[in-house]
């Protein structure tokens, strides 16, 4: 395919600032719509490109965490993102954090020299059906861009808030404790695991719950709760019983080390294909993320549970992945239109950032009449990328970097540390060979 219009990327945050600058380095015009400064959004406080809103870090820079994997692999493609917040690291041990004022006007800066980037300030309050395009316009998409993307994908596969459960990883279950069964009596192996709780147990739990700190709401995240989805937290500080006879509810389950039904029950519901994943079903909460594993540890069975993503409640828009896009981050319907960033359900800077870096090269590969990438699936970007793109649609919710979301090992070994080594040196060996890098 060759075009002789230029690349458009919409949104200049993280993946959108990526994608431009891979567009741009592999030789072809883009032009960067941003709307700020003139509309802003209710959480941005500048007019830079990749500002960042939330923390300064970036996560884990260590070889052998899935934050550090997923920042060796966009660093083989020279990555405008990785690169400044390199440039601009604050102290943070073996995080990476940054100045953020310095880091976002550095990567403006590089942005705006580069002479096949044009950034224009204006909403796009449109989706053109010519030419390649990039959507990158974040969890605050503005509400014209919002109507536009639904007339394309459909108003149905469009969400504006997110209502994660915690996921855990399954071989952490303590499944002397937790035992399979299903509240309807049809299903005969049961599809969940339920971890039984006495009421001294109950009561524990309740107690930690309403002591735990949360987090604090912005003003604009404050009207997204639903009756049917509130945080545990809210239902729990409505009653003690509230959970007991809500998502916790015993009715129908037999503890078979009892022979009797619990006071209450977790129940955990799988979260992939291969079962290496499951989540706390109806357990969405605000609880802030250190003191959130030490309550949900109280919970019998999950003693020693690892998490893949701890649960959390904000104001988010994102699509329906599974329905609707391509690995590749092509939609399924259009190939010369991409998502990339938090808008596709990927969670995380650097997870923006890599999304960004993927839908930029395949939108210059597709100028270039080459066939798109799809990074294979042992690797982070390729795991993350599949996982959004083949998880249950009915019940898809986002995700970031972790090491659950990759195949498991052959024989793995029983140290989480060494299998984390291994698992990171697959990644970069089916990087180099399926892919070939420094050939993109």
Request: proline share 5%; hydrophobic share 40%.
């Amino acid at each position: 395919m060759t075009s002789t219009l230029p690349i458009t990327v919409i949104g200049a945050g993280l993946a959108g600032s990526e994608a431009a600058w891979q567009i741009a380095q592999h030789g072809h015009p883009v032009r960067l719509y941003e709307m700020r400064p003139v509309k802003t959004t209710a959480a941005h406080a500048t007019e830079h490109c990749a500002e960042l809103v939330c923390s300064n870090s970036f996560g884990s820079q260590l070889p052998d965490r899935a934050s550090g994997l997923l920042k060796w692999e966009i660093e083989q493609f020279d990555s405008l993102i990785l690169s400044v917040a390199k440039q601009h690291a604050v102290p943070a041990g073996g995080a990476l954090a940054v100045d953020r004022e310095a880091y976002a006007r550095e990567v403006t800066r590089r942005l705006e020299s580069h002479p096949k980037i044009e950034i224009v300030r204006q909403e796009m309050l449109h989706i053109s059906d010519k030419g390649i395009i990039v959507v990158a316009s974040g969890p605050l998409t503005s509400d014209a861009m919002v109507k536009a993307i639904q007339h394309i994908t459909g108003e149905s596969y469009l969400y504006f808030y997110d209502a994660l459960a915690p996921i855990l990883e399954a071989e952490s279950i303590d499944q002397t404790i937790a035992f399979r069964a299903s509240r309807r009596e049809e299903t005969v192996e049961g599809d969940y695991l339920n971890c039984p709780m006495t009421k001294e147990e109950y009561e524990r739990f309740i107690d930690a719950l309403l002591a735990a700190e949360k987090t604090e709401l912005k003003e604009f995240e404050k009207n997204i709760f639903f009756e049917s989805c509130l945080p545990i937290e809210v239902l729990a500080s409505r009653g003690r019983q509230a959970l007991a006879f809500g998502p916790m509810r015993p009715i129908g389950l037999i503890d078979p080390r009892s022979g009797r039904r619990p006071y209450a029950v977790v129940q955990l519901r799988q979260d992939n294909a291969a079962g290496s994943l499951y989540n706390i079903v109806g357990f969405q909460t605000n609880m802030k993320w250190g003191v959130q594993e030490e309550v949900l540890r109280l919970i019998p069975g999950l003693e020693k549970a690892e998490f893949v993503r701890l649960g959390q409640m904000h104001r988010n828009t994102f699509i329906n992945s599974p329905r609707l896009l391509k690995p590749t981050l092509q939609f399924k319907n259009r190939d010369t239109l991409l998502f990339a960033g938090q808008i596709t359900g990927v969670e995380g800077y650097m997870g923006n950032a890599a999304t960004g870096m993927l839908a930029g090269l395949n939108a210059a590969r597709l100028v270039e009449s080459k066939e798109p990438l799809i990074f294979p699936p042992e690797t982070m970007l390729g795991a993350l990328c599949h996982y959004i793109t083949q998880a249950e649609a009915k019940t898809f919710q986002p995700m970031k970097a972790a090491f659950g979301i990759l195949p498991a090992l052959d024989n793995p070994p029983r140290d989480k540390r060494l299998r984390a080594q291994m698992m990171v040196q697959r990644a970069q060996d089916a990087l180099r060979t399926k892919l070939g890098i420094g050939s993109c």
